[in-house]
């Protein structure tokens, strides 16, 4: 099995550029979630999804869109890229046991 | 509003010397009790959890973790740091409810000196 997967590990946008971040897992979790981890600040849950087809906001939405057509996949979009959203995106699965499995990141740097 | 405390935000053991890494949560009716740890550049990897039973916990590594109801604590142990633990370590806490329920603390940097 090869976890969670993220993809790209490195992005440098511009602000008010779009772009998707791509998180995947084969684990047949129906819990998947994005944080975002800034220094001092821990781990903040953007969103999370509950199984197809259900999303919810976390604790830090505004600025990012998800949607969960598969198991497999939930991605993260940011419509419009601010420099407050330069930050390090961990995507995570949960599985029965509630532990959770972490993606390697995403540094993304918004100029 | 629930929340998850980790008072130190840096500590510096030598090699060999024990390690306590503090962690306290507000109340929740399932304690569900996480500690994970975060090499520089990579995610997090789970150390050890607690959901109820024996309030002493052993994870991965060498690490242990009492959980102590009544001081709404989960520390983290380990009788002798290797160099290889240098990291940062968050404590993760469920509160039960719907599946969003869970929170992380800011976390504690580990440096260790030879």
């Known amino acids: 099995n090869a976890g969670v997967t993220q993809t790209p590990k490195f992005q440098v946008l511009k602000t008010g550029q779009s772009m998707t971040l791509q998180c995947a897992q084969d684990?047949?979790?129906?819990?998947m979630s994005w944080y975002r981890q800034d220094p001092g600040m821990g781990l903040r849950l953007i969103h999370y999804s509950v199984g197809a087809g259900i999303t919810d906001q976390g604790e830090v939405p505004n600025g990012y869109n998800v949607s969960r057509s598969t198991t497999e996949d939930f991605p993260l979009r940011l419509l419009s890229a601010a420099p407050s959203q330069t930050s390090v995106y961990f995507c995570a699965s949960r599985g029965q046991l509630n532990e959770q499995f972490f993606g390697p990141g995403t540094r993304l740097t918004v100029l | 509003a629930q929340s998850v405390t980790q008072p130190d935000i840096h500590i510096t053991v030598s090699e060999g010397a024990s390690l306590e890494l503090r962690c306290n949560y507000s109340y929740g009716a399932t304690p569900y009790l996480f500690w994970y740890v975060q090499s520089p550049g990579q995610g997090l990897q789970l150390l050890l959890k607690y959901f109820s039973g024996d309030t002493l916990v052993q994870g991965i590594k060498g690490f242990e973790a009492e959980f102590k109801r009544s001081q709404s604590s989960f520390n983290l142990r380990k009788p002798s740091v290797h160099w290889s633990d240098a990291a940062e370590y968050f404590c993760r806490h469920d509160y039960g409810g719907s599946q969003g329920n869970l929170i992380f603390g800011k976390g504690t940097k580990l440096s260790v000196k030879p």
């Open positions: 684990m047949n979790h129906e819990y």
